[in-house]
């Protein structure tokens, strides 16, 4: 499963490169006149999000659904899984760093393009199955538009996501769940 998940994530960075070559400044260009990069800094976000994964010893399947609110890319998240067939539920707070995009900022603002961030984080599981308080790291991939950041837009409003987590609970680090999410996501800039 893990080989999977690494393989998948590699092979959409692969599929992205390419388009870095779009975003080279010409030597005509100056780098004034780039539009400024709306998905930088998210003022607010909310998400509803699903999916599933595998807890890391022994290996049983987990499953997951969850609510995000974020304000200037701090997030809280509230979910509800399934882990060792025990109901829980678990409450995290992470901060959203933008990593890569894929072009770089465009003048079309309907123009699709692909965000990748890192989401450093800490939580707590309540519930059966065991757990408590948690690290966890997170990977979110998201495909979104100048547009779509923009309050009151004319276009479709919500923006796909795929988000990879590991949590690493505080009484044994080495144990812990891997999960994968697809949801989708209202996003407003603070630039817009």
């Not at 959409?12 to 400024?36: F, H």
């Not at 809280?76 to 890569?100: C, K, W």
């Not at 891997?178 to 407003?188: V, Y």
Request: net charge positive.
């Amino acid at each position: 499963m893990n080989k999977t998940i690494y393989m998948f994530l590699v092979l959409l960075l692969v599929l992205a490169v390419p388009a870095i070559g779009q975003t080279a400044i010409t030597p005509g260009n100056s780098t004034a006149d780039q539009p400024k990069d709306a998905s930088n800094w998210l003022e607010l976000l909310l998400a509803a999000e699903g999916g599933g994964g595998f807890f890391a010893g022994p290996s049983q399947p987990t499953a997951y659904g969850g609510l995000k609110a974020g304000l200037n890319n701090f997030v809280l998240s509230f979910g509800y899984d399934r882990i060792h067939a025990q109901n829980g539920f678990s409450g995290e707070l992470t901060g959203m760093i933008p990593v890569v995009r894929f072009p770089g900022p465009q003048k079309n603002e309907f123009a699709n393009y692909v965000r990748i961030y890192a989401e450093p984080g800490i939580g707590n599981r309540a519930g059966g199955g065991g757990f408590g308080p948690y690290l966890s790291g997170k990977v979110m991939v998201a495909l979104l538009s100048d547009n779509r950041l923009r309050l009151g837009s004319d276009s479709l409003p919500a923006s796909p996501y795929i988000e990879y987590e590991r949590r690493f609970p505080f009484q044994s680090l080495g144990q812990g769940d891997n999960r994968i999410t697809f949801g989708l996501m209202l996003t407003f800039c603070r630039s817009c």
